[in-house]
């Protein structure tokens, strides 16, 4: 392959990866001081090339202050000729804050003296963002179990291997003993009859609905609901459970993680349930769902090649013309309208 054959697919690439805005690059001449950015850089950093110059030293003046001690400083790039893997934040010019991280390598001559500098800036705000907001709605889940002892886990197979931090700590028993005897935070007379019910549910992979009272760490009696709902993957093959255990006095909403687990137990008799409920015929779910009347059809036949999304699809438009999906003790899906 030629050399300018291959400099065209490299520039074709590059424009392509650049398209998404999450990565530019860098380069620096040292012998003639020439900087070159890519129309990718400048978006990153929220400059315009007709009205900014490319140079390094402009980068660092965007560089957040705290992080600044982060970066490689031009004397410390011309001095070792050495770059590291760096993290940072820029402000651009219109204030808003961004984390890139960079990546990049010198060209040293056969005397070690640095002759280029290179480098990629890769826009990682977003996933900065998704830490922030996993690392929050772990706060919030722990703030919700300190006040109300309630809280959701999965739990991957059963019987059980393992429990879930919040469940060791509401009981305040040893994982061993809980390993021995699962139902060892249960009532004694209450035991034998949620352990068979439950373990009956569990082997058929229905939805298990209890309300044993628990001997609770600080030695209270409480009555508690404790729903697990079987896990599927995209495959169709068992995956696990999804658990909500609660006061029994509090009410409301299912979690979005059991909810989305309960949606994988609708089948075709229940969006015609509902569909009679609203008096619809199956054109006007497909409507309301945003589906092709070919795929509802296939969905309430319970044809294979139905995708999962166009369930979802089809629950939530009933749900969103009053029919509610609710779990019976014994594992029921039960349909209502209010």
Not at 46 to 66: D, F, I, Q
Not at 231 to 251: E, Q, S
Request: aromatic fraction near 6%; proline fraction near 5%; charge should be neutral.
């Amino acid at each position: 392959m030629s050399a300018a054959v291959s400099s065209l697919i490299s520039d074709d690439v590059l424009r392509l990866v650049e398209g998404f805005g999450l990565t530019g690059t860098w380069s620096w001449s040292f012998t003639t001081d020439e900087h070159v950015w890519s129309p990718g850089l400048f978006r990153i950093l929220g400059l315009e090339p007709s009205t900014a110059r490319a140079e390094y030293g402009l980068l660092l003046a965007l560089v957040h202050p705290e992080d600044r001690d982060k970066v490689t400083s031009t004397s410390e790039l011309l001095q070792t000729g050495q770059m590291t893997q760096q993290t940072f934040r820029i402000i651009r010019p219109d204030g808003t804050l961004r984390t890139v991280m960079s990546r990049g390598e010198v060209i040293v001559a056969p005397s070690g003296r640095p002759l280029q500098a290179m480098g990629v800036l890769i826009d990682v705000s977003d996933r900065e963002m998704l830490a922030r907001a996993q690392a929050a709605e772990r706060r919030r889940k722990r703030t919700l179990f300190e006040q109300t002892g309630a809280f959701t886990s999965v739990t991957p197979v059963y019987p059980y291997i393992d429990f879930s931090p919040e469940w060791l700590e509401l009981v305040g028993l040893p994982r061993q003993e809980l390993l021995e005897e699962p139902t060892l935070p249960v009532l004694k007379e209450e035991r034998t009859r949620w352990r068979d019910h439950g373990r009956e549910l569990y082997l058929a992979r229905k939805v298990v609905h209890t309300r044993p009272r628990l001997i609770l760490a600080n030695g209270e009696i409480k009555p508690y609901r404790m729903v697990m709902v079987p896990m599927r993957n995209t495959a169709g093959d068992a995956d696990g459970w999804v658990n909500y255990i609660a006061p029994l006095h509090l009410t409301g909403m299912a979690p979005n993680a059991m909810r989305q687990s309960l949606e994988q137990l609708v089948r075709g008799m229940h969006l015609r349930a509902g569909r009679a409920l609203l008096g619809w015929s199956m054109q006007q779910l497909a409507e309301a769902a945003g589906l092709s009347f070919s795929t509802v059809r296939r969905l309430e036949d319970e044809d294979e090649s139905a995708s999962r999304r166009a369930c979802q699809a089809a629950v939530r438009a009933l749900r969103s013309h009053g029919i509610v999906f609710s779990f019976m003790d014994d594992g029921t899906l039960a349909l209502g309208k209010t």
